[in-house]
């Protein structure tokens, strides 16, 4: 079982719509949790990071643990073409290193 | 202020040349990280290093990869003879060394192997 567990989709929605993307995860080692944005032909930039279970919001998008059953959300509220990339969720632990899942296509139709 | 730069932006070479990849990371970050990204494994670490020492290549693939920082500006990522299936884009990471803080990406090198 690899660490991170990622849904690849693709995943279609209309604009204005709700999206959530969702990530499972082996290990319960110390971490932390980022949700990561890559356009296309681009490197991946940091969207949001948590440390701990909960909710923690950021303007459209909010970011979900769930570690009692070492789940992870992303969920996108009114969706924007420009949302339109790929995302991927990642798990940190003390060494520095993160662990990325293999990422989820979305794509928001105007 | 400028993020993590990669070049080249491209690559294509033929089976067994000699395929170097270059970064310079983000001025004051002490951690940089080689990444290879495929549609079948998604984005792996290859290797980091800490202060210009490599800490951890447990990723490297096998001994035709090889990474050096000679400097706190400057990293190589060399693959000798390069094979098509090393085809992927390689990014480069680097961070600052206080608390959690993320990884920032260069745009990566686009490599083919023909």
């Known amino acids: 079982q690899k660490e991170v567990e990622q849904d690849p989709g693709p995943l279609s929605v209309p604009e204005g719509a709700i999206v959530s993307l969702n990530c499972t995860y082996s290990?319960?080692?110390?971490?932390?949790f980022m949700w990561y944005r890559q356009y296309s032909r681009k490197g991946p930039e940091l969207l949001m990071y948590t440390y701990s279970s909960g909710n923690k919001e950021d303007g459209r998008f909010t970011a979900q643990v769930d570690k009692s059953s070492k789940y992870i959300s992303l969920f996108i509220r009114d969706s924007q073409p420009s949302d339109s990339a790929t995302y991927l969720c990642?798990?940190?632990?003390?060494?520095?290193?993160?662990?990325f899942g293999k990422g989820t296509l979305l794509t928001v139709n105007p | 202020d400028a993020g993590v730069i990669q070049s080249p932006r491209h690559e294509v070479t033929e089976m067994g040349q000699e395929v170097t990849l270059r970064c310079k990371p983000i001025s004051g970050h002490d951690y940089l990280f080689w990444y290879r990204q495929t549609m079948m494994r998604g984005l792996e670490l290859l290797i980091y290093f800490n202060n210009n020492v490599p800490i951890d290549d447990s990723g490297m693939p096998e001994d035709r990869f090889s990474a050096k920082m000679p400097n706190a500006s400057f990293s190589t990522l060399k693959i000798q003879p390069s094979e098509p299936r090393d085809s992927a884009v390689y990014f480069c990471a680097s961070r600052d060394r206080l608390g959690n803080q993320p990884q920032h990406f260069g745009d990566g090198t686009r490599l083919s192997i023909l």
């Open positions: 990642a798990k940190g632990g003390s060494n520095y290193k993160l662990t």
């Open positions: 290990n319960s080692a110390f971490q932390y």
